[in-house]
């Protein structure tokens, strides 16, 4: 049997990819785009690339380490390209690549629902809350 390349293996695996196995890579793709900030960064690079600056901005509550982390990740997975173009100070651009603008409908389709959800969601929370998040009381002995 002739030895394969690494890519000529990754094909032959992919017929065999399935997340539901423990030992497929696919779960780290899940983890990193199940990730709110990797869903938010993929969301705000939509429109077009942006500075770390803009995506702060856009992607509130993120910080600044956060979005670094999360932007490396997406860029190591092939998703955002980081460009740096020499000036004074140094300006850094990320935009969404061809396989990462693939994935903006699912995460823009993900984003939406949240949105157009969220007040069900509080309402199932608070119904829950009060059936079963309250503490139980524990009933009073009598006295004999």
Sequence with gaps: MPTLTAAQERELARLDYNAFFAACPSRQVLETIGNKWACLIVNALE???????EIGRTVAGASQKMLTQTLRTLERDGLVTRTVTPSVPVRVDYELTPLGQSLTPVLHALKAWSEGHIADILDARDSYDERDGA??????????
């Design 135 to 144: 503490p139980a009381v524990a009933p009073v002995p009598a006295h004999a």
């Design 47 to 53: 429109g077009g690339p942006l500075r770390h600056s």
